[in-house]
């Protein structure tokens, strides 16, 4: 027993002598000041692990990465970049601007604001719109359907208008080829 030491206690050779062994280790490590340690496994760590400076020190390197990361709770992050994919299995909530160089897959997109497509709108299926203001042209492949009323200050052009009820002309009507009245 060495009983209480005074003065530094150093080996005699540098990474050559252990401080116990796995089958004959210490039970606690009280170090007031600052401990280098040079390689360390910690099998729990049961408080906080705080950095001593706030945005300085790094949890892992580019080119030596943790590989999972299970976190039970809200992780905040000032920044997030992800060089592969995001798989979700609940909601993801964005109270800010998106911006999507890739695209975007998903089965529903809600939002309570504004979206602007600055690029083509591509959908498969039935799309609902409470409200549509056009700006530009309407190119349709297809059949346009409509059950309201067509209110048009600008005129419609059409090679063909084909109407189960009634026709309400409230202005001139311009005819150029043949006209069938029955």
Do not use: R
């Not at 964005?94 to 997109?109: H, Y």
Request: aromatic content about 4%; hydrophobic content about 40%; overall charge negative.
């Amino acid at each position: 027993s060495l009983g209480n030491i005074d003065s530094n206690l150093s080996p005699a050779v540098g990474a050559t002598y252990a401080l116990g062994t796995m089958a004959n280790s210490w039970g606690s490590l009280h170090v007031h000041g600052l401990g280098h340690i040079h390689t360390a496994s910690i099998g729990e760590v049961t408080s906080s692990l705080i950095p001593s400076v706030d945005d300085a020190v790094d949890l892992g390197s580019s080119t030596k990465q943790w590989k999972d990361l299970y976190v039970d709770g809200t992780a905040n992050l000032d920044v997030v970049d992800i060089d592969g994919a995001v798989n979700m299995a609940s909601t993801l909530i964005i109270t800010g601007a998106t911006t999507a160089s890739g695209g975007i897959q998903t089965t529903t997109i809600s939002a309570s604001g504004n979206v602007d497509f600055n690029g083509d709108l591509d959908v498969d299926g039935t799309t609902n719109l409470d409200v549509v203001d056009i700006d530009g042209a309407v190119n349709m492949a297809s059949t346009l359907i409509i059950t309201g009323a067509i209110t048009a200050s600008g005129g419609i052009q059409t090679t063909t208008i084909s109407a189960s009820g009634n026709i309400d002309f409230n202005g001139d009507l311009d005819v150029d080829g043949t006209t069938n009245l029955d």
